[in-house]
């Protein structure tokens, strides 16, 4: 019998009856996920091709599109409820995609205090989000944008650079100074320490971008324009030679710690992707699962993986994007392949079912959930099974 | 490059049980992917999950090596990590384990992996083949530079056999017909007429087990 075909909520909708068919949506979409069909005129949504970046949803004109994360309203009450909280006149709208931690923040911004707002891509932030925080009474607003080159979204970035460059003449003329709201760029590279390179060539080899080579002599070179930071090369490094900024080796181990010793059992370890999962605003999760977003799934690393299971994590799951939506040119079918291998050694001691390697979607956010306890119902059934 | 293929992880276990304080020592040189410091790092902690499942509770140390066979190198990596260590494992061919095992005649040294043959890597396809068998007495030359001793599954100088089927091998039928292929570039370089040549019996004094640099 075949299963029978549920239609999944999709994480946009267009709504037919508020489109003024100006098509800004259309001349947007990094995706071409949003047509136009010719004999009715109406603007049509491929949702298999959207990736969520948001973008279109904050060019709206006429609100006609609907979006699950980080819609306007949400963003707002968000700011609203932390606000008090950090006690802080600087907003910092931040994309996960690029934003150091905390200190890097400062140091690009110069704020020591803030309200840190990080969503994947700035350029899904609506100008009422900036207009409703500056009414709110957040007397500056820092930005983060990706390198333009750099932003998986393609044009989520130069989308942001415009819409800011708007704002500030519209606040300007308000009378909230010249510069009310300031914008940056940055993207995170990749390390390399030359004195721990064997020279053996896999960065080169596995770079989906071209950017290592290996000089000889010399050991592995990087062009870090071309690096797009997914950590494929970090995670392969067969000599621990590479690190990825701000998402270094001993940073994560770190956070595993952490989040293992906040968790209670039987734990649930999750490294997602961040461009897979976007994760609720303040979204927290069951005392059994702890969750760490990477820059793709091609980072996560055998190492953390093992650390965790060490540390007394009951099953680790990892949250890939498919190969056809990577956001870094199909490093999700490597990182998957790592995963196979290192499942095929866990099998020879007993733990094969404790890993599991999911590809979702944030189109479907039902798909992340229905993954998540389904992988958590796994593990909770083990640990019984274990104690009987 | 010098291939090699993980063992199992039971045996592995079963090898070190006798221990507590191991040191595993993975060897930058050779094999692809390196069994350096990465893979010492995660055969340390597979061993222990493993070992903890088992009831033991090994203490593990992990180092590399530039290259487990040149003893001189093995020596000055190994010896500052000795200190307390009962048994070594070392992530190195063959050739490696047993130069460990010289430097350090008390102790017990133990191999995590089977070492399989000489060969090269075609990185696309993700295969790694035998290439040369170290026989000492290089025809290449005349073979169209592939070597029949080592991918002729019958070794034979003087082939083909006929047994070829499509260019496979009659003993293993994944595998090219040496010969096939020998003739293939033999042709293309129009220098068929050497195939016809006869070769003697190879001389196997030839091959040697002891040289000087």
């Known amino acids: 019998m075949s299963e029978p075909v549920i239609e999944q909520k999709a994480a946009l909708k267009l709504d037919e009856q508020y489109c003024s068919r100006c098509s800004i949506c259309r001349s947007l979409c990094p995706f071409e996920a949003i047509k136009k069909d010719v004999e009715t005129g109406k603007t049509l949504l491929e949702i298999e091709k959207c990736q969520v970046c948001g973008i279109c949803y904050s060019a709206c004109p006429a609100r006609a599109i609907d979006i699950t994360y980080y819609d306007s309203d949400s963003l707002i009450k968000y700011l ?177 710690s952490r989040l293992v010793a906040e968790m209670k059992s039987p734990k649930v370890l999750v490294f997602r992707c961040q461009w897979a999962v976007f994760p609720p605003l303040d979204g927290q999760f069951g005392p059994n699962v702890r969750a760490i977003d990477l820059p793709c799934a091609a980072r996560v690393d055998t190492f953390h993986i093992l650390e965790a299971f060490q540390k007394g994590v009951g099953g680790v799951l990892i949250a890939a994007c498919s190969e056809e939506d990577c956001k870094q040119e199909k490093a999700s079918g490597k990182a998957s392949h790592s995963i196979t291998v290192l499942k095929e050694r866990l099998k020879q001691i007993g733990l094969q079912d404790r890993l599991h390697f999911c590809s979702v979607a944030p189109r479907y956010p039902e798909q992340w959930d229905k993954e998540l306890q389904q992988f958590s119902q796994r593990i909770k059934d083990i640990s019984k099974g274990r104690r009987k | 490059m010098i291939v090699t293929a993980q063992k199992p992880l039971d045996e592995i276990l079963d090898s070190i049980s006798p221990y507590s304080s191991i040191l595993i020592a993975g060897c930058d040189g050779c094999t692809q992917p390196p069994r350096g410091l990465r893979e010492a790092k995660t055969l340390s902690q597979l061993l ?135 003739f293939q570039r033999l042709e293309k370089q129009g220098k068929l007429d050497r195939i016809r040549e006869f070769r003697p019996p190879r001389n196997y004094q030839a091959k040697a087990w002891r040289l000087t640099p």
């Open chain 1, 80 to 256: 609203e409820k932390v606000k008090p909280k950090y006690d802080s006149g600087a907003l910092v709208i931040m994309c996960k995609g690029s934003a150091p931690d905390f200190a890097g923040v400062e140091r690009l911004f110069g704020v020591s205090k803030f309200i840190p707002l990080s969503v994947p891509c700035v350029g899904r932030v609506a100008d009422e989000v900036f207009l409703a925080a500056i009414a709110m009474g957040v007397r500056e607003i820092c930005v983060l944008a990706c390198d333009e080159d750099y932003c998986r979204f393609d044009r989520g970035s130069p989308l942001t650079g415009r819409r800011v460059l708007a704002l500030n003449r519209l606040l300007e003329q308000l009378g909230y100074g010249r510069e009310a709201i300031i914008l940056k760029r940055n993207s995170l590279k990749v390390k390399v320490d030359r004195d721990l390179c064997i020279s053996c060539g896999n960065c080169a080899f596995y770079c989906p971008y071209g950017a290592a080579s290996l000089e000889s002599p010399g050991g592995a070179k990087f062009d870090l324009d071309a690096c797009r930071g997914c950590g494929l090369c970090v995670a392969i490094c067969p000599a621990i030679a590479l690190d990825l900024d701000n998402w270094e080796r001993e940073r994560i181990s770190t956070l595993v």
């Open chain 2, 48 to 182: 222990e999950l493993g070992g903890k499942l088992r009831g033991k509770d090994f203490q593990f140390k992990v180092t590399t090596v530039v290259k487990q066979c040149d003893s001189f190198l093995t020596a000055s990596a190994l010896k500052p990590q000795m200190e307390g260590v009962e048994t070594v494992v070392s992530l190195a061919c063959g050739v490696g384990v047993q130069t460990i095992a010289e430097l350090f005649p008390d102790l017990p040294v133990l191999p995590a992996q089977n070492t399989h043959f000489i060969g090269a890597e075609d990185r696309e396809g993700g295969i790694l083949e035998a290439r040369c068998t170290a026989c000492g007495d290089c025809i290449l030359a005349r073979m169209g530079g592939i070597c029949p001793i080592t991918r002729c599954a019958k070794g034979l100088l003087n082939g083909a056999c006929g047994g070829a089927k499509d260019g496979k091998c009659e003993l293993s039928p994944d595998k090219d017909c040496a010969w096939e292929l020998i």
